[in-house]
Antibody, heavy 120, light 108 residues
Framework: QVQLVQSGAEVKKPGSSVNVSCKAS???????????INWVRQAPGQGLEWVGR????????NYTQKFQGRVTITADKSTSTAYMELSGLTSDDTAIYYC??????????WGQGTMVTVSS | EVVLTQSPGTLSLSPGERATLSCRAS???????LAWYQQKPGQAPRLLIY???IRATGIPDRFSGSGSGTEFTLTISRLEPEDFAVYSC?????????FGQGTKVEFK
């Protein structure tokens, strides 16, 4: 059974960067490579917002325009882990960050979420 | 970007009642690329419906989806206590993929 397990909560200062990991378990490295891993965030009391995605076998990320230049999504096929780095943090980046696998045309498996708090 | 507007914002119902949730897109999207999620406090979203009307694995048949073009609907035929949650629609037709703001189904 495929699971996505994310790294723990982070507290960051404004202007700094955060790196969140998402490790797939119950899957071979070859299978992970063919996943499309998406990153979605949810600010407190708000809706869901897509950040970007990567297909490890292609190693080509896509980002929503809003985060261009501040976000970097990568994947390590050898460890079945995806990463999202967000730089230039402000208080508006305080949110839960989720990774999620694309299945056909929807996100069928989600990580447990990583709370990122930006505070001075 | 495609804006998804969900209505109502909050639905107050009792167990056993029928829930009808709406998702309206700012432009026409292919039914193949419309999904619904359920989210409970402190939990990640859970996929309920994809391709507008196909239930995801393990989803009870009291959940159904319908619609096309710009109008989509999620129906819960008879609410069970565990169904009180927030429901969000999502489109995967046009980048950036977007979500609705959610409909909260609460106890009346």
């Amino acid at each position: 059974q495929v699971q996505l397990v994310q790294s723990g909560a982070e507290v960051k200062k404004p202007g700094s960067s955060v790196n969140v990991s998402c490790k797939a378990s119950g899957v071979s490295g070859g299978s992970f490579s063919r996943f499309t891993i998406n990153w979605v965030r949810q600010a407190p009391g708000q809706g869901l917002e897509w950040v970007g995605r990567i297909i490890p076998i292609l190693d080509i990320p896509n980002y929503t325009q809003k985060f261009q230049g501040r976000v970097t999504i990568t994947a390590d096929k050898s460890t079945s882990t995806a990463y999202m780095e967000l730089s230039g943090l402000t208080s508006d980046d305080t949110a839960i960050y989720y990774c999620a696998r694309l299945y056909r045309t929807a996100f069928d498996i989600w990580g447990q979420g990583t709370m990122v708090t930006v505070s001075s | 970007e495609v804006v998804l507007t969900q209505s109502p914002g909050t639905l107050s119902l009792s167990p056993g009642e029928r829930a009808t949730l709406s998702c309206r897109a700012s432009q026409s999207i292919k039914s193949t690329y419309l999904a619904w999620y359920q989210q409970k406090p402190g939990q990640a979203p859970r996929l309920l419906i994809y391709a507008a009307s196909i239930r995801a694995t393990g989803i009870p048949d009291r959940f159904s989806g319908s619609g096309s073009g710009t109008e989509f609907t999620l129906t819960i035929s008879r609410l069970e206590p565990e169904d009180f949650a927030v429901y969000s629609c999502q489109q995967y037709d046009y980048s950036p993929w977007t979500f609705g703001q959610g409909t909260k189904v609460e106890f009346k």
